[in-house]
T-cell receptor, first 114, second 113 residues
Framework: DQQVKQNSPSLSVQEGRISILNCDYT??????FLWYKKYPAEGPTFLIS?????DKNEDGRFTVFLNKSAKHLSLHIVPSQPGDSAVYFC?????????????FGQGTTLQVKP | NAGVTQTPKFRILKIGQSMTLQCTQD?????MYWYRQDPGMGLKLIYY???????DKGEVPNGYNVSRSTTEDFPLRLELAAPSQTSVYFC????????????FGDGTRLSIL
């Protein structure tokens, strides 16, 4: 039972264009969502997050949108740069108790072509 | 600050052997976690701890054990290694506040042959 899904295993975009990575979830109890970026042979690094009480959060080139009614969130990267090429994981937190546990999606590999 | 440090980076085990994956953090984080990542999959939680002396099971705890005797260290123990435990293991830590993200180590790549 996959509570967090990233249905696109890979995405390829041209440098300077917009990258849109998508994530769907099933558990309405999730109250916080995060995006992590992962390079090969490294651990995931935190990128941006959003609380369930908001519908948008922006940090420089990165914007996360949350549509609670559709149980969908997306990460927009504008403009995309070759250094953005990595695996992006969507993660959700929440439910009973505050243990900080995260549920991760499968990841989307982004390739930004020069 | 070193952040979250995991050792070893790579290890090959034979079926039935045991080993301990080490994890230490220098950020004074209360919460610590162990995840495994299989090829093409997301990270799955094995065990977590909300403070020294307190541990609890995550989504995939079978075949593993943990202990948390200090704030800094959270070792993961494999008692009888099985091929299904071949994976990349990540340790993470965080502050308790909901808005605080988890910080990850660079992982231990483990192969069971």
């Amino acid at each position: 039972d996959q509570q967090v899904k990233q249905n696109s295993p890979s995405l390829s975009v041209q440098e300077g264009r917009i990258s849109i990575l998508n994530c769907d979830y099933t558990n309405s109890m999730f109250d916080y969502f995060l995006w992590y970026k992962k390079y090969p042979a490294e651990g995931p690094t935190f990128l941006i997050s959003i609380s369930s009480i908001k519908d948008k959060n922006e940090d420089g080139r990165f914007t996360v949108f949350l549509n609670k009614s559709a149980k969908h969130l997306s990460l927009h990267i504008v403009p995309s740069q070759p250094g953005d090429s990595a695996v992006y994981f969507c993660a959700a937190r929440g439910g009973s108790g505050n243990t900080g546990k995260l549920i991760f999606g499968q990841g989307t590999t982004l390739q930004v072509k020069p | 600050n070193a952040g979250v440090t995991q050792t070893p980076k790579f290890r090959i085990l034979k079926i039935g052997q045991s080993m301990t994956l080490q994890c230490t953090q220098d950020m004074n984080h209360n919460y610590m976690y162990w995840y495994r990542q299989d090829p093409g999959m997301g990270l799955k939680l094995i065990y977590y701890s909300v403070g020294a002396g307190i541990t609890d099971k995550g989504e995939v705890p079978n075949g593993y054990n943990v202990s948390r005797s200090t704030t800094e260290d959270f070792p993961l123990r494999l008692e009888l290694a099985a091929p299904s435990q071949t994976s990349v293991y990540f340790c993470a830590s965080s502050y308790p506040e909901l808005t605080q993200p988890q910080h990850f180590g660079d992982g231990t790549r483990l192969s069971i042959l």
